[in-house]
């Protein structure tokens, strides 16, 4: 069909089961609010992640109330409810899934399952600690990476209006 992308919240912990094959798909319902006011409206996707993806670490960190970005191809499925009448579900094969945020989070670093390698962001945030147990360099407070202030030349001279 398409490819979609939205940010939507878990509405049931991933479940991981697999195929006549043997492949593992892990799949689990996000809920997205569409529309705002009076005409929002909460739309459920079907969502699956396949193969080696399905058995990755970010797994058990896809539990209920837990918000995520997802992307993939988006699609549709038929069934019938338990009354016989039938129904149909909004699926989504999800390529790239990010932990943003949401209920039970505890402060945990955003992480992040793109393509077939996984990414997690950094512990340090991106700054550049000194050792421990070791003076800053140039006598100066620890700047965590940032340049030092004496290095940059005076920029008014080279603006040239």
């Known amino acids: 069909m398409g490819v979609y992308a939205t940010v939507a919240r878990i509405g049931r912990d991933a479940e ?8 593992s798909v ?8 569409v529309g705002f006011g009076d005409h929002k409206q909460t739309l459920w996707l079907d969502c699956s992640l396949w193969g080696k993806r399905a058995e990755g670490g970010l797994i058990p960190l896809l539990t209920k109330g ?30 790239e899934i990010d932990l943003v945020g949401g209920k039970g989070q505890g402060g945990n670093q955003p992480q992040s399952q793109g393509g077939q390698q996984g990414y997690q962001q950094p512990q340090n945030n991106g700054y550049q600690q000194q050792p421990q147990n070791q003076p800053p360099q140039n006598n100066q ?18 603006i040239p209006f």
Request: proline share 6%; hydrophobic share 30%; charged share 25%.
């Open 16 to 23: 991981v089961r697999s195929t006549g094959n043997g492949t």
């Open 26 to 33: 892990a799949g689990f319902p996000a809920a997205v609010d």
């Open 66 to 95: 837990k918000e995520v970005f997802v992307s993939g191809e988006i699609g549709t499925r038929e069934f019938k409810r338990g009354d016989g009448t039938p129904g149909f579900a909004v699926t989504l094969k999800v390529s």
């Open 141 to 158: 407070q620890n700047n965590y990476g940032a340049p030092d202030p004496g290095q940059f030349d005076d920029f008014d001279s080279s």
